[in-house]
């Protein structure tokens, strides 16, 4: 494992953008969100996934040129084509379009569809919390996890992201609806550890916390089982209905052709009614509260979405960002 | 268990509700939405809750004369105040403003503080998708569920709703935050099964699915453990953040006692930027996708959320509501 800085990670992505057509502005921006998402220990979501993206704009899925569309507006709420741009560069630019119109009409939101896969999503969450506002958004998948009662991967795992300011540390909860997900899942067999809960189902139809059993029968559980799977459903409806884009049962079942996918950007703005220092106290008094619960071990505080983040920020951006030596050789010979 | 048809069932609740000071009118519709609950099988917030709403005008949580107050908009956004008026009249009342609200802007959104429990949240769900709008509204609650790594309740386990119109039978998902509620862990227990799935920690720490341990314990798990655990935390956030009322850890933890909650209720208006019926099919064809996926046990389809709702609502209208008979009496001595 290599330890190289930000600034270095960001301008070797940037500079491989820049050769595969991204204008000197776009490369940056796109390479600073892959960067800050290694950055802040998202490592799935982050240079590891560069790859997967470079091969993306080779293969079509990605128009490295595209930018959003309005297509319509009404009020608070629009609807945008992402003509198949860089996801993480459509979610900024989306997430950025429903803060604006929060701040003019009190709620905002922008239904995006044919978009690609937007990296880790609470950078979107970020996003509006940095600016004081309540962002919550979410994305549509290619059919990965298999419902409640079925045994087929028809659902999407849907992240949905929820953020809220807070002085001292924004509360960002970024959850995907299975339960552990197949990098998670490698992880712990690779580490050859059991799941710490049930995280799926053996080849016998039982739960099981063996994460290769769960591998095998691509059977992982969604979130609280029945729950997730519904929310799971609903999330997609929503975003399919409010974009007019694609759904799940849409999309390409294969992590290199998933494009042209549904999402959901809304932005909340707390200020719009009420004295902004008296609201963004109130997720500090709630966290301080969730701090005082007993424990379950001694010692060891019940900590709040996006608690970890800012330590793991903090000792990245000082230490270098930690990147496998042959993930970052292929980068470099990019 | 008496079967009781539908209206004699309402007209006895409003004559209970017009003896404790209602008006006719509001008689009539919080009579009503308590006997759709039940109406609709959830029993648990129907006529079964009735006694501890009759309970808490009582003992002056609940003022049966109050209506909520708007105390400012911005744009799509509004803030009211629910001076302590019966739950599910205020929630009717702050969904339908929503409603308006997104009819006018794309979206709505309503704050609503100083309410009380609204009963079966899924029932302003139902009623935006009934109007063909897309409704999201959750609460909070008192404490009553243990985050993750933490012993003692304290996240309170409100209940999300997200409802999609869809022709021949709305999607409506109503999830509280605890994978089973104390009443499900009764019900269980009384019929002597095991839960299906973990449903919270022995006395020993080690997750269960033995009902009465649970209920000793008192630490039912979140739904999807840490997640809907940080899922509460922020749904707590939003709501006390948006309306400026109370979060949960300043809910006093006993059900007769809980009041002065704090609610959110969203309206998002497809119709705004579509032509209707394309967005109205979107949900039908999810529908459909989900009704193809290959079930666990052969001739048991996969589910929607929602879906087994108008069926039992069929029945119930059919053959009366089922209705405990002690319960029955005790409501006809009122």
Do not use: T, Y
């Given at each position: 494992m290599n330890r190289i800085p930000f600034d270095e990670v960001m301008q070797t992505l940037a500079g491989v953008l820049c050769k595969l057509g991204f204008s000197a502005e776009r490369a940056q921006t796109c390479a600073r969100l892959f960067t800050e998402t290694t950055c802040d220990g998202v490592y799935s979501h982050g240079v590891n996934r560069f790859a997967r993206f470079v091969a993306m704009i080779g293969n079509g899925c990605?128009?490295?040129?595209a930018e959003p569309r309005r297509l319509g507006g009404f009020g608070a709420l629009e609807r945008w084509d992402?003509?198949?741009?860089?996801g993480n560069l459509n979610a900024q630019t989306s997430m950025a379009r429903a803060m604006e119109l929060s701040r003019e009409h009190g709620l905002g939101c922008v239904a995006l569809a044919n978009t690609n896969h937007w990296m880790r999503g609470g950078t979107y969450g970020w996003q509006a919390a940095e600016a004081g506002l309540i962002g919550v958004c979410w994305t549509n998948t290619m059919p990965n996890l298999p419902p409640?009662?079925?045994?087929?991967?028809?659902?999407?795992?849907n992240p949905l992201i929820i953020a809220v300011p807070r002085p001292g540390g924004h509360v960002v909860l970024d959850m995907a609806m299975?339960?552990?997900s197949y990098g998670a899942l490698e992880s712990y067999r690779m580490r050859g550890e059991l799941l710490p809960v049930d995280g799926g189902f053996d080849a016998d139809g039982n739960l099981t916390r063996d994460p290769g059993a769960i591998e095998q029968t691509q059977r992982p559980l969604p979130v609280g089982y029945w729950k997730g799977s519904g929310l799971s459903m609903v999330l997609d409806m929503v975003a399919a209905t409010m974009s007019l884009g694609n759904a799940t049962h849409q999309l390409v079942a294969d992590p290199l052709l998933e494009t042209r996918i549904s999402q959901m950007f809304l932005a909340m703005n707390p200020a719009a009614l009420a004295d902004g220092a008296q609201a963004a106290a109130i997720a500090g008094e709630i966290v301080a509260s969730v701090h005082r619960c007993r424990p379950?071990?001694?010692?060891?505080e019940v900590r709040y979405p996006g608690e970890k983040t800012l330590q793991i920020r903090a000792e990245n951006r000082k230490l270098g960002l930690p990147i496998d030596a042959a993930i970052w050789a292929q980068i470099l010979a990019m």
């Open positions: 990605i128009d490295v040129h992402g003509l198949k741009g860089p409640w009662g079925g045994v087929e991967p028809c659902i999407g795992n299975s339960q552990f379950e071990e001694a010692g060891r």
